[in-house]
């Protein structure tokens, strides 16, 4: 059975700093997503990894997937307050889950001024 | 095209009631999927749908749980006798799959959220 894990699972930063959110997942995947989910709202879509070294950005977060490591990291550089969210990874595991999306528990990030 | 659609937004029930939701999918998708997600987890996977073949059910989807896709195009998920820990927020989302599928994106819906009381 497919496990995704993330972690940490909450995490308050200030402002203006750097900070990682990693996603561990148990067996080998197509392909990993991140979403953002604000509180009482559905999923919105961040990025799509398909393969071994992807890297994608857009604006102040940057995701990265390595498959021999089972490892997906989302970045954020110089947080601001508008990125509290909580934030999931998902991994679709093809034909070896059915084709559709395992989530992790999710990170709860809160940015303070 | 608008997006997933899903109806109701909210729906509070009492216990035993039973209750359905409807989800429209972005209509060039051929896959349908359900999932509910509680305060504070990530979504689980209950079922999919693929043109109007329920493919997978989750160990999730109890008997009381059913899912339908009649025409391939629109879906129902009822839930009978709803019990307290059904309550939750329950998402749908599309995809499309197969030879000249040009994305590998899932769109969500804005979810049902269900209060039993």
């Known amino acids: 059975e497919l496990k995704v894990e993330q972690n940490p699972l909450f995490l308050s930063m200030q402002e203006g700093k750097n900070y990682t959110i990693y996603c561990n997942y148990s067996t080998t995947s197509d392909r990993l997503y991140w979403y953002r989910q604000d509180p009482g709202k559905s999923l919105e879509s961040l990025f799509v990894l398909l393969s071994n070294g992807a890297v994608k950005q857009e604006g102040r977060l940057m995701a990265s997937l390595d498959t021999k490591a089972r490892l997906s990291t989302l970045h954020i550089t110089a947080a601001v307050h508008d990125l509290s969210a909580t934030y999931f990874c998902a991994v679709d595991a093809g034909r070896t889950s059915g084709s559709r999306l395992t989530f992790g528990e999710g990170t709860q990030l809160t940015v303070n001024p | 095209d608008t997006g997933v659609s899903q109806n109701p937004r909210h729906k509070i029930t009492k216990r035993g009631q039973n209750v359905t939701f409807r989800c429209d999918p972005i209509?060039?998708?051929?896959?349908l999927y359900w999932y509910r997600q509680t305060l504070g987890q990530g979504p689980e996977f209950l079922t999919y749908?693929?043109?109007?073949?329920?493919?997978?059910k989750s160990r999730l989807l109890s008997d009381r749980f059913s899912a339908e896709r009649p025409k391939g195009s629109f879906s129902t998920l009822e839930i009978q006798r709803t019990e307290q820990g059904d309550s939750a927020m329950y998402l749908c989302?599309?995809?499309?799959?197969?030879?000249?599928?040009?994305?590998?994106?899932?769109?969500f819906g804005s979810g049902t959220r269900l209060t039993v009381v």
């Open positions: 989302a599309s995809s499309s799959y197969g030879q000249g599928s040009r994305g590998y994106g899932y769109t």
């Open positions: 749908f693929q043109n109007e073949a329920q493919l997978e």
């Open positions: 209509s060039e998708h051929n896959r």
